[in-house]
């Protein structure tokens, strides 16, 4: 599995963005999917993640994001609005058919891994 995450870039606070995760290799549906960021200096957070039992959100952004998947597209997404600066950080999309619901906010849990794409929310 392969995965390629885009739709960063630079939004002031209060802006929207939409990132994309789009799959490779096998399809989407078999696999539970979620996204984590990371600041610079800080580790690696959970932000959102779409099981089969409906979707999970970190508290600090529920609200604000939504994390969808379109199987016919093969492709993840995580819409982000109300952008705040601590929003600010590199996301990644993350997919694995075996992790169990209790560990779905734990990044190491993860085998698959897009390569990151940049959020930066200006004040």
């Known amino acids: 599995v392969q995965l390629q995450a885009s739709g960063g870039g630079l939004v002031r606070t209060g802006g929207s963005l939409r990132l994309s995760c789009a799959f490779s290799g096998r399809t989407i549906s078999r696999y539970s999917v979620a996204w984590f960021r990371q600041a610079p200096g800080k580790e690696r957070e959970f932000v959102a993640a779409l099981w089969r039992t409906g979707t999970y959100y970190a508290d600090s952004i529920k609200g604000r994001f939504t994390i969808s998947r379109d199987n016919a597209k093969n492709t993840v997404y995580l819409q982000m609005n109300s952008l705040k600066p601590e929003d600010t950080a590199v996301y990644y999309c993350?997919?694995?058919?075996?992790?169990?619901?209790?560990?779905?906010?734990?990044?190491?849990?993860?085998?698959?891994w897009g390569q990151g794409t940049l959020v930066t929310v200006s004040s």
């Open positions: 993350a997919a694995d058919s075996g992790v169990i619901l209790s560990a779905m906010r734990v990044a190491a849990q993860y085998d698959y």
